[in-house]
Nanobody
Framework: QVRLVESGGGLVQTGGSLRLSCAAS????????MGWYRQAPGKQREMVATITSGGIALYADSVKGRFTISRDNAKNTVSLQMNSLKPEDTAVYYCKADLRTIAPMWRDTPYWGQGTQITVSS
């Protein structure tokens, strides 16, 4: 069974740092685009950062200069280093990965993690 598992969530004060990690497991042929999304209470889910299999990263304007996304293709993992955190960053963060599987048939499919809570206190 293919799944994504996030880790690294928690409580941090304004200006602090956290690092999120996401590991894809299962019968995966390859990982294409991977990324992080977040959803705050009462708001829609939004893209935070994405990274292609070639390492090209894209960030939301609100996190540029503060967050850094990276990946390890050999391990099918993606990470998000979050620095200079603000209360506005408080949300549930979700890992997303476009994964290629070949059993029972070839298919590229988006997968989502269960989410991890990030709370930034004032």
């Amino acid at each position: 069974q293919v799944r994504l598992v996030e880790s690294g969530g928690g409580l941090v004060q304004t200006g602090g740092s956290l690092r999120l990690s996401c590991a894809a497991s299962g019968s995966i042929f390859s990982a294409n685009d991977m990324g992080w999304y977040r959803q705050a209470p009462g708001k829609q889910r939004e893209m935070v950062a994405t990274i292609t299999s070639g390492g090209i990263a894209l960030y939301a304007d609100s996190v540029k200069g503060r967050f850094t996304i990276s990946r390890d293709n050999a391990k099918n993992t993606v990470s998000l280093q979050m620095n200079s955190l603000k209360p506005e960053d408080t949300a549930v963060y979700y890992c997303k990965a476009d994964l290629r599987t070949i059993a029972p048939m070839w298919r590229d499919t988006p997968y989502w993690g269960q989410g991890t809570q990030i709370t930034v206190s004032s």
